[in-house]
């Protein structure tokens, strides 16, 4: 039974490490041409969701989409509390997002609404999180990815070792 707890763990890192290389190979770093600004006066705000899991969902008049900034993944981004401060309705926000979301938004199982994801958020002069921040966020989670690559192969060498590699006759035969 131990064999089959390696294996499986050994199945598990090899999971990890082929994630964390395909996430790191794959990655194409977006362009400012990738994203478009979309301007409008707030209709309305409200912050939703479980505590580990929050985010605010906004409305601009005359637009039916639903733009939503993930608090979570974002934590260290959007300053919540100048927002709380400053955001009014009908104030004018702008709004970064990505072009290929806003031609096709997507539609959430819960209530099935347009919902398009924000990547950078202002009004005037005050900016909330910036396209800077989001760039810097998605290569930070990317090393990430590395990271887990890089552990992820080590313990799979290592698990493979200790099966077939310890010169002993508990490997498979």
Known sequence: ??????????????????????????????????????????????????????????????????????????????????????????MSLSLAVEKTMLREPLHPAKDGMPTVFVSAMGAGNTVYFSLADKKAWLVRNRYYALLCAIIGTVIFIFLAYVIWGSGDSHGLC
């Not at 707030?42 to 039916?64: F, I, P, Q, V």
Request: aromatic share 16%; with cysteine.
């Open 1 to 90: 039974m131990a064999q089959v707890r390696t294996y499986f763990a050994m199945l598990c890192a090899l999971a990890m490490a082929f994630f964390g290389y395909y996430s790191w190979f794959t990655f194409e770093p977006l362009k400012e041409s990738d994203y478009t600004v979309i301007e409008g006066k707030l209709k309305s705000y409200a912050e939703k969701g479980e505590t580990d899991s929050r985010y605010l969902d906004l409305h601009l008049k005359d637009n039916e989409l639903r733009f939503r900034v993930d608090i979570n993944a974002y934590k260290g981004m959007l300053n919540k509390q100048l927002f709380k401060d400053t955001g009014k309705i009908g």
